[in-house]
């Protein structure tokens, strides 16, 4: 469970970085492409991907 945890606080962090790194892109006028759908859409089917991993692999152990 542990792991599991450390698992998605990782990637909570990983997240958080990349919208602080691509959010003066939207400060200016000018629009930019950034690859903030992508990210958007990504990071949280990651979590619900390891999310489902992690149930699976907890009934496969019982």
Known sequence: ?????AVIR?????????VVAIEPS???EQTVAVPAPI????IPALIAFAGGY???RKRRKR
């Open 26 to 28: 939207f400060a200016g």
């Open 39 to 42: 990210v958007g859409a990504g």
């Open 54 to 56: 992690w149930a699976m």
């Open 1 to 5: 469970m542990q792991a599991m945890t």
């Open 10 to 18: 990782t990637i909570a962090a990983i997240g958080m970085a990349t």
